[in-house]
């Protein structure tokens, strides 16, 4: 049932605290420092033996992809690559030794992503599933993997299981980090920050009210710009789809810094451009981004750290997020995007849980 909310999409929006607690139950282990997972079904020495990950996907998957490309880089200094599961089936890419192959999904039927670890599988290579829906054809195809624990998403926009899909990748990332160079101490900061991250989503998600009425000032537009940089450049991608979807509003997702190397012609007046930009490394450079933009006449809008008052002077509006380290931020950045294509839909009249041209699960190539 949908417990009071007026769609599942928002129901599950909401959800998202809870699918973070049953995503890392039972899953941090104080005592080593490090994330356990029961279902990997490889040796230590199997996994101490990886030299490279491949991570692949579909739509939002293939965006939490990115982000785990960058915590897995950071924390364990893994090599990562992210591929297309459409793409990867037929491109016939070489693939070195001790690759290890995960494909992202929710549904656990997408047809490229099963297509894609079958054959990756044919020529050898291990393959684990991340994925929500319990004894799917692709958490059966592939050789382990871990399970979301979300819950059934049903709205067609995928939420929760893509912060879900975000803070597994995180765990792998301290996992395959403590197996390597990451020291104890490093390991228990993380620990600490991935148990205080579901309540950070509960007091992201009080920015609703506020995201409201910058929906209701947006609403009318043809084109918007996602902008951010680092782990939040995956939630550009993220946002960008979110409105698509659901809104049928055209929307591009981009790092920010490719701004000026051709998308900023789009500027205009009617033009929004919503900077992802909580504190972080890039800060500074974002800020400067969202300059360019304002120079050219374009509404820019902020999501900002909560402590970031200066930014009021420069953004046209702002959407406050509680502070979060940078790796996890993008599970946190995301919720106001999330609530911003809904509400956008709903005042536009469109059918946020069933959009259309779309469906749940994609099985068909
Ligand atoms: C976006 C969306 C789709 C799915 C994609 C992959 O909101 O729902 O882009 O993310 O079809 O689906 P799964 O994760 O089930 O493989």
Redo the contacts with the bound molecule.
Sequence with gaps: SMNGYEHYMLKEIYEQPDALRNAMRGRLNDQDATAVFGGLNLTPQQLRSVERIILT?????WHSALVGEYMIEELSRIPVTVEYASELRYRNPPIENNTLVFG???????AD?LAALNETKRKGHRTLAICNVVGSSIAQASDGGVYLHAGPEIG???TK?FTSQCCVLAMLALYFGRMRHMSFETGGRIIEDLRRLPATIEQALTCDAEVRKVAEKYQSASNVLYLGRRYNFPTALEGA??LK?ISYIHAEGYPAAEMKHGPIALVDADTPSIFIMPRGTTYDKVLSNMEEVKARGGPVIAIASSDDTEIRKIADDVIMIPEAPEFLQPIVSVIPLQLLSYHIAVLRGCDVDKPRNLAK??TVE
């Design positions: 996907g579909c739509g939002t998957s992202i999904t929710q549904s656990g039927e997408t992503t067609v926009a995928s299981a789809l979110k979807e699960s994609v």
